[in-house]
């Protein structure tokens, strides 16, 4: 479901006449001559009252922050963006705490050794105008949303007995062994269990983000070129 193209709200307004000046820099010449402006950042979207910026967008697709497929356009980078902040608005509303140290910093290793030498990770940052704190509190939340999923979600998604042979018995064909014959169900029951798991998780999540877009306000704002 995507979100949809409305009105600025007065609340809007004035987080827009706020955020604006700042999402463009100036470059000065020497002397009295101005340069022309350079939008250095841009507002793609507006969560609640979170704004969501084209660095946002820079930072989540170069430095992996968001699993997509290779080729995703940036609206649909967008959506996933979006859908990150109205979870990351509902822990706050739930005073989710922060990561362990320990856990966070095997997060940040996590992220940062895809980039090898540390000056290519400082420039991987610089490149999307993304602060090495921003980088950490951004790492600390997506923590803090798995662990709000796993404890809201985890448990009712789970199956019974019942069910998992169920889904089997309706999808033996992707069961299959090497001949393409189906395996037998006690082979592949506790395969058959996590998949049926995640497609329930996966329905309930959505589900609750369903509910979150009709509960806030969101807008999208149009693409500049």
């Known amino acids: 479901m995507r979100p949809l193209l409305h009105p600025f709200s007065p609340a809007i307004a004035r987080l827009l006449t706020l955020i604006l000046p700042l999402a463009a820099g100036l470059s000065i010449a020497s002397g009295s001559t101005l340069r022309a402006a350079q939008i250095v950042d841009r507002l793609v979207a507006i969560v609640g009252e979170q704004a969501i910026t084209l660095s946002d967008v820079r930072a989540a697709r170069t430095l992996g922050l968001i699993e997509v497929p290779a080729g995703t356009t940036d609206q649909a980078l967008i959506d996933k963006l979006v859908e990150r902040e109205l979870m990351r608005a509902e822990i706050e509303r739930f005073g989710m705490p922060q990561p362990p140290p320990d856990v966070l910093e095997e997060r ?4 940062t050794s ?3 030498a540390p000056e290519a990770w400082r420039g991987a940052l610089e490149s999307c105008g993304l602060s090495e704190s921003r980088f950490r509190a951004w790492l600390a939340d997506d ?4 662990q709000y999923l796993q404890q809201r979600f985890d448990a009712a998604a789970q199956p019974t007995d019942e069910e998992v042979q169920q889904f089997y ?9 090497g001949v393409g014959r189906p395996r037998p169900f006690e082979d592949v029951r506790d395969e058959a269990r996590r998949r049926l798991t995640n497609a329930r998780r996966r329905t309930l999540v959505d589900e609750w983000l369903a509910g979150l877009r009709r509960r806030t306000e969101i807008v999208l704002l149009p693409s500049s070129h």
Not at 143 to 146: E, H, L, T, V
Not at 171 to 177: A, G, L, N
């Open 143 to 146: 923590w803090r949303i798995d």
């Open 108 to 111: 940040v290793r996590t992220v």
């Open 169 to 177: 018995q309706s999808r033996e064909r992707e069961f299959i062994d």
């Open 114 to 116: 895809r980039f090898g």
